[in-house]
């Protein structure tokens, strides 16, 4: 049996460990069960942040715990744009979040269920760990079929992937973390997971993307608190614990310097800034009183922010000097619709006062806008 | 005797500890000057001046080291190079960050095992590296030792530096200066410590073990390990020697020397249209009327309303009474709410009053307007400011939201303040600056002294169309609805 315990008035997780709990004996191995109470994902994000930074791993292994409210996190390397619908993430307040990690984009809810492994950098085992989810789920209901595959994703029934797996190395600390998908809301996961923009060209690591299951579709029975309690009970197991901590990663007092972290994980500059270079290549429509103009658009992005920019319009549609205005202004603003239309709209204070042209101005505006 | 002192301290690394101790075995310094005076060629002596080194020349005295890409795990032998976070000709202390590299899934921090100059990126971004092979050469001062660690490939030059001081200091103790700075800073003896390294050398492992031992911290021990405010572009934050660099303690008499340094940036995008929009301001000839309201009276009528809005799903305040009673004196005065042409040969009337209200983001200044408040009620007018602001903090204000204004007022007292002088924002010609409310003694009519909400406003106006009697008369107007709010109601359409 594991034991849940409650971070209170205590300091550091050193003080739990410290204090032996009364009729069971302190841990022997010193490895931690850490369990989130948050469901924010920055804040989240952080606790794997500041664990890798600040613990000492050498003689301990930790298993965290946690579950997210609605969000996208994108991988260390990727591109945002690239993986997901922005426009709709933005309509229906679901957070970005760009992890340290590598590998690809997942859809987070409390329907999921994340897991991270912390070991050493020397002890780093991604199999291992995955193997041990696999053996948890199996004790849990020996009929599902569920197998690690060798890209390290568990899938069940041989067909539908469960779990996505990522990792992080430092110099001497390393971390794995994967995902497991209980009860997740399938649908916004395709619709968010689809990205609606056309013409991106980069180096950006692909998702690859697989046919997705919950595990309650197998087995209704099943809950997201089961599953993180036999996962815990294996790795208790396994690693001599006979408790698990739950705690508040908002706590400065419990991890010094973590509301940093968080901050810094929900800047512009590492969300989206951190994008590796890419084009966007492509042209649309705009309708305009009776006609249809066609319009092509070239852009060069780095750091989230706009390095070259080509409007092409049909001719005089809008005076060659104003789009060249629009032009200068764009470049090296944020990639980002915010940016876009207060820059577009403060130009316009200093343009001809003209009904008509400020109706093109603005239609312009929005179609740009629309590719960001 | 100075110059060989620093001479010494220079040797040991840039910015490390200077062991006052040591200064005194003059005997030994000779000894080892000498020593050193073979080892080194003569430019090794330049730093003699310096008892901090400052790497802005390119001194390249140094022995150029083909830094290897350590084995990552499981047995994987090439990455992908995702991001570097050096560039050629910058200087890295052991432990920085140097690159972020991809396999499979994983990310890995590769960081620096020494100090130096970056000389050469082996590999561009998106290229394959491999495991074993040089990744980037870094020039090492040559008089600093390589920090032995179980996979070093070259030999590093100053093994003999160590043992010289094991004579000096009369101890047994093998630990490289990395190690032995970071005993220092937390007071631990050397011989108290176990060395688990090669002939029993401490390691950096083994401090941080022995300190684990002294408080039962998980933590690294030393507060030195820059938790708050976070270094920036590192990844990993291991503990003290990152900051050897900026923590010298100083004797006494020496001044303290300010590191900082100036920051440039590009104005871009929105910084960048803002440029123009008040230079085109600026071209505006300004003048100003402040004014006095007393809100005593609006404040208990909001009272009142507040909970109705609530009911109704409208979060309240004063801006929409502000805004519906300057749409009033619009209509009375109709000039303020017009536009100059660029040539200033017409003056353009605009039937709509779009009233702008400034609002504080994280980007900045944005002014949404609230459009037609002329045939708008004060709840309305609230709830669309409700949206607005909710749009606004979101970050998803649209065009339509953001153009059109022909009027603006600025709540600055949301802030703070009580006078300001408010820019006109093209092509309007009029802005009013809203100071906080106050409570002031003030005195009413029977000569007694009363407690009055106080608010300040401030006017500014364009003068090429506006005279101050208009300007005047309109704030008179707006300022009777505001301190009467009954009589509104009179004139409300």
Known sequence: MVLQSSLKNCLHLSYILRTPKAGFRSTTSGSLIIQSTSNDVYQNLAVEDWIHDHMNLENRQVLFLWRNSPAVVIGRHQNPWQECNLRLLRQKNIKLARRRSGGGTVYHDLGNINLTFFTTRKKYERMENLKLVVKALKALRPQLDVHVTDRYDILLDRQYKISGTAAKLGRTAAYHHCTLLCNADKFVLSSVLKSPYKGLKSNATPSVPASVKNLFEEDPSLTCEMLLDAIAEEYATQHQIDHRITFNPADETVLPGINNKTKELQTWDWVYGKTPKFSVSTCFNMVYKDSVLDVKVDMDVKHGRIEVCNIDLPEQWLPSALCGELVKSLTGSKFCPNETSTLATTLLRVCPQDDELHSRWNLLCENMIMLM | ???????????????????????????????????????????????????????????????????????????????????????????????????????????????????????????????????????????????????????????????????????????????????????????????????????????????????????????????????????????????????????????????????????????????????????????????????????????????????????????????????????????????????????????????????????????????????????????????????????????QLGTNDLTGGTFTLSNIGTIGGTYAKPVILPPEVAIGALGKIQVLPRFNGKGEVFKAQIMNVSWSADHRIIDGATMARFSNLWKSYLENPASMLLDLK
Not at chain 2, 48 to 73: P, Y
Not at chain 2, 233 to 239: F, G, L, N, R, Y
Not at chain 2, 259 to 278: L, N, Q
């Open chain 2, 1 to 395: 005797m100075a110059a060989v002192t620093a001479l010494r301290s220079s040797c040991r690394a840039a910015g490390r500890l200077v062991c006052i101790h040591r200064v005194r075995s003059c005997s030994s310094i000779r000894f080892i000057k000498s020593k050193y005076v073979c080892v080194f060629d003569k430019s090794a002596l330049k730093f003699s001046h310096q008892q901090r080194l400052f790497r802005t020349s390119a001194v390249s005295c140094g022995q150029i080291v083909q830094f290897k890409l350590s084995d990552i795990g499981e047995g994987i032998t090439e990455v992908t190079v995702k991001e570097w976070y050096i560039k050629e000709g910058d200087s890295v202390s052991q432990f920085d960050s140097i690159c972020e590299v991809q396999s499979d899934k994983a990310s890995v921090t590769i960081t620096s095992r020494y100090d130096g100059i970056i000389r050469k990126l082996h590999y561009n971004l998106d290229e394959i590296a491999y495991v074993g092979k040089p990744l980037v050469d870094i020039e090492i001062d040559a008089s600093k030792g390589v920090a032995p660690e179980e996979d070093v490939v070259e030999t590093p030059p100053m093994s003999h530096e160590e043992h010289t001081h094991q004579e000096i200091k009369g101890h047994k103790t093998l630990a490289t200066p990395a190690v032995r700075r970071l005993a220092m800073e937390n007071n631990i003896k050397l011989s108290e410590v176990v060395g688990t390294g090669k002939d029993n050398r401490i390691l950096k492992e083994d401090i941080l073990n022995y300190l684990a031992k002294q408080t039962g911290a998980i933590l690294p021990p030393s507060p030195k390990a820059e938790i708050i405010p976070p270094l920036p572009k590192s990844e990993t934050v291991p503990a003290a020697p990152k900051d050897k660099a900026r923590k010298i303690p100083v004797p006494v008499s020496r001044p303290v020397v300010f590191s900082g340094k100036d920051k440039t940036e590009p104005i871009t995008g929105f910084h960048k249209a803002m440029v123009k929009t008040m230079s085109a301001a600026l071209k505006i000839p300004h003048f100003g009327y402040c004014d006095e309201i007393d809100l005593t009276q609006l404040v208990q009528l909001r009272e009142e309303l507040k909970p109705l809005a609530q009911i109704r799903g409208v979060k309240l305040s004063f801006m929409p009474f502000f805004i519906k009673a300057a749409s009033l004196g619009l209509l009375q005065y109709p000039v303020l709410n017009a536009s100059l042409d660029e040539s200033c040969q017409n003056v353009t009337y605009k039937a709509s009053h779009n009233i702008g209200v400034a609002m504080d983001t994280e980007q900045g200044l944005i002014v949404p307007n609230v459009k037609n408040v002329q045939v708008c009620s004060v709840f309305e007018i609230a709830s669309e400011l409700n949206r607005l602001q909710s749009l606004g903090s979101a970050g």
